[in-house]
């Protein structure tokens, strides 16, 4: 008779150095008379089932892992108050029956309910025991894991407070006697007056473009002086960032030549545009005018009479002021004709959404031949800890696509709320094209991708980063590999950081070194799931959703709403959020990102056909 059955979990020490700790925490029976070794240990009460091997394994298992994942804490001793930081590395093993294809999801599964915020374990003690009581209450599919505990330095000194350390690593403090670090600096500036500076007012410039502002404006909506705003604009108007419009406003000024109109000229039916690409941000129509050839560009801008009362007299007066602009640049990509315009701010505002569905419906209006809309630009990668091939990285391309069998391109999530089970139930409205025509050239592109050495969106880049230097003061270059840091929210305010996965032993790696990776899985967003990562990352896993951006529900409303059958969402990965937070850490891959998905998306309209199926 055994002692152990296989589902009990015996944890045995395997390596031991002055630095680092390996132990092995698997299923396996035990005979009865192995247990009387006073170097056994058979826990009971709440914990009976788990075996405490306390001697070093003797029978060591070479088989390689089939699965690793690495994540970094900093641990605080809280008799000398010095800080380690420590590599926790997790290593998987998993049972035949279980499918090569679910195991990199039931281990990120697995890693997430370790960590899990609302019992993250503080010491090293807890950690190995929430291991253990994982394994032995489900996770049937794991065969064995074990943990690699390596100290990667000490210090005296605390780590930063709110912002990443010199090296980039960001870190969470652990011990029953520490306070928490904040994630992000940010946060503790809720509710505060945003510093003036220069490259602020440049930023709202970017962002209204091509709506102007004025500095009345920009002081009443962010708590300035409206004399020190006043004065920022003038020193960006010398620069030539700046330009001054009539009325008191401003705009961005920029590099290529522009002809302001009343009306869109009238156009020969060949000069009329076929495919329309939509873009938000201005880098993002920068990255995308680039791709353009012979291109011409056009602003509409249009004023309105407005009644304020005067503060001396108090009569009503009339004045001027700018209403909703237009920028519309036309060129030519292959045989087709391309307009490109840019929406006003988007976001979670009611007269942000408002603006980017009228901005939508006037340009499908005014350029009526339009077959295809492509929403170009910046997104937030969903991180997949374990699965290499699902993973997304900064600076990939997502394109919308359906998967598993499922038809939404676009899911927008516009509440979500728990459910009894403790899961989340969310309200979604799903968008999906008439026609997919253009999902299956970005299929067929993917394909052709992987196939060769390069895939042909590089030289594009290359070439519209050489371009670019000259026109834009944005860097569209791509940023240090090493900026690229994947974190894990474990509560409001820690983080854990997490290293990317790897292709298995054996696997072939698909990633060439600097070149963006296109996906295909659909896109997401809302307000229901804006600011809480548990719930963006369930939304994921129910959608396949692999990216979300800053809300375009709107504009596809729109798009839809005007009869068109075919559009395409093409999101560069700026960061692990949405993409769209402008001075944020992430903003730095914002324009590699947004050139990454221009150039994807010239690809795949060079292999538009004139009529596509």
Known sequence: MELARKDHIVMTPKCKTTDSTTLAIERRAVPLDDTKNDKIHVAGGDHQGIIINKELAKDVDDSPAQLSLEFRVFLVNAQTGSHTRESRTLHYWFAEELPAAERPSVAQLFFRELVSPQEFPRDYVGFIKKVMKLLQHGFTGIRKVEVTLKQLGTSDQPP????????????????????????????????AVAPLTEERIKELLESSFPNPVTAVEL?????????????????????????????????????????????????????????????????????????????????????????????????????KRFGESNVYTLGNIGAHRIVCTKLPTVGHTREAITAAGNTTTRMLGTFQKVDHVFLVGVGGGVPHYTDYRRHVRLGDVVVSHPVDGKRS??????????????????????????????????????AEAESRDEPP????????????????????????ADSDKLYMAIGERDLIEVAHPSPQEGAENHRRKGCPWLHLSPVASGRGVARDEALRQQLAHETGALAFDSEFDAVLDAVTGSCRDSFLVARGIADYRDGGRPGAAGSQWQPYAALAAAAVVRCIVERVPAVCD
């Not at 000024?253 to 938000?280: C, G």
């Open 219 to 319: 002081a009443r909506s962010n708590g300035w002086s409206e004399e020190e705003v006043q004065a920022q604009l003038s020193q960006l108007t010398e620069k030539g960032i700046a330009k001054a419009l009539e009325h008191g406003a401003y705009t961005r000024a920029v590099a290529t030549k522009v002809q302001v109109v009343r009306n869109m000229p009238a156009m020969v039916q060949s000069k009329q545009p076929t495919i329309a690409i939509i873009t938000a941000q201005y880098c993002e129509k920068l990255a995308v005018d680039s791709m353009l050839d012979n291109r011409e560009t056009f602003v509409r801008y249009t004023t309105v009479g407005t009644l304020a009362k005067d503060p001396v007299t108090g009569k009503s007066v009339s004045f």
């Open 409 to 446: 391109v676009y899911v927008y999530c516009e509440n979500a709320a728990l459910s009894e089970s403790g899961g989340a139930e969310f309200e979604i409205k799903e968008y999906c094209p008439n026609n997919m025509g253009l999902q299956k050239i970005a299929a067929q592109l993917q």
């Open 457 to 480: 969106w590089m030289q594009l880049m290359r070439e519209a980063i050489n371009s670019l230097q000259s026109e834009s003061e944005h860097n569209f270059s791509q940023p240090p």
């Open 160 to 191: 930063p407070s709110a912002r990443p350390s010199q090296d980039g690593v960001l870190v969470i403090s652990l011990g029953p006697t520490t306070r928490p670090v904040p994630v992000s600096a940010d946060e503790s500036t809720l509710g």
